[in-house]
Nanobody, 125 residues
Framework: VQLQASGGGLVQAGGSLRLSCAAS????????IAWFRQAPGKEREWVIC????????VNSDSVTGRFTISRDNAENTVYLQMNSLKPEDTAVYYC???????????????????WGQGTLVTVSS
């Protein structure tokens, strides 16, 4: 099981980035995927998730109206579209796979068993 996060970089405040999470070694169809982030000196926090079917998405209040998550199971990839970026969005972003199949995704860190290596997003003011 592998998750490969990519797409991070340096962007000015108000700009956009799209992160990708490429999955391999398992059938993406059966698992919810989440994005977490960790800013320097802070704990890792949940950002957004998408259910295995793609029918359900949930996000943290801090990204409402700015971030969206989508998935292309045929391409084994989950995307995080980030718009209207703010300096406080600066962090290493990680994608994670749920431990087992459920109809819904979760914000609970403990329900995710596999993690990508992270991709750095830096938003300048």
């Amino acid at each position: 099981v592998q998750l490969q996060a990519s797409g991070g970089g340096l962007v000015q405040a108000g700009g956009s980035l799209r992160l990708s999470c490429a999955a391999s070694g398992f059938n993406l169809d059966y698992y919810g995927i989440a994005w977490f982030r960790q800013a320097p000196g802070k704990e890792r926090e949940w950002v957004i998730c998408i259910s295995s079917s793609g029918m359900n998405t949930v996000n943290s209040d801090s990204v409402t109206g700015r971030f969206t998550i989508s998935r292309d199971n045929a391409e084994n990839t989950v995307y995080l579209q980030m718009n209207s970026l703010k300096p406080e969005d600066t962090a290493v972003y990680y994608c994670a796979r749920q431990r087992r199949f459920t109809p819904f995704c979760s914000s609970d860190y403990g329900t995710y068993s596999h993690w990508g290596q992270g991709t750095l997003v830096t938003v300048s003011s």
